[in-house]
């Protein structure tokens, strides 16, 4: 149940609106090694699956931040501006991680569209999102992003 508008300016009326859900995303191993690799973070509990079997989740675990950073692919699903020059992500205003991600998971985004402001050049919003695993009892990831749609 994607929100499409044409330009930023119609995302103005839409405030308030819910998104819907976007697509399940599976979170493999593979991917893992590599943001643990481009991030300098290779801690075992995201790497080394033969310690963190042993360890407190019982595998290994998705970085928060790489969970954080599959808001931006899985958000296109939930909003679309079909005539915008370019999406900045502004900022984030809240961050939470309530629960762990086990690699090899699928994660769906969830939210609404909670405010849209008209700025110089477009109109930014304020999404709040759920990053939610499959048969997981509380989202993996509470976040409101800031994104600018330019015109």
Request: net charge negative; glycine share 8%; aromatic share 6%.
């Amino acid at each position: 149940m994607a929100i499409v508008v044409g330009t930023p300016s119609e995302l103005l009326a839409r405030a308030g609106e819910d998104l819907g859900a976007s697509r399940w995303l599976e979170v493999p191993q593979a991917d893992v090694d590599a943001f643990a690799r481009a991030t300098h973070d290779e801690q075992w509990i995201h790497v080394d699956a033969e310690r963190a079997a042993a360890g407190p989740f019982g595998t290994t675990i998705v970085h928060g931040y790489m969970s954080l950073s599959l808001v931006v692919p899985l958000s296109h699903d939930l909003l679309r501006v079909e005539r915008s020059s370019m999406v900045l992500n502004y900022g984030l205003d809240r961050v939470r991680f309530p629960a762990p991600l086990p690699v090899g998971s699928r994660v769906r985004l969830t939210g609404s569209l909670a405010s849209a402001t008209e700025v110089a050049g477009g109109v930014q919003v304020v999404l709040s999102l759920l990053l939610e695993r499959e048969g997981g009892d509380r989202p993996v990831l509470a976040a409101d992003v800031v994104f600018r749609h330019l015109d």
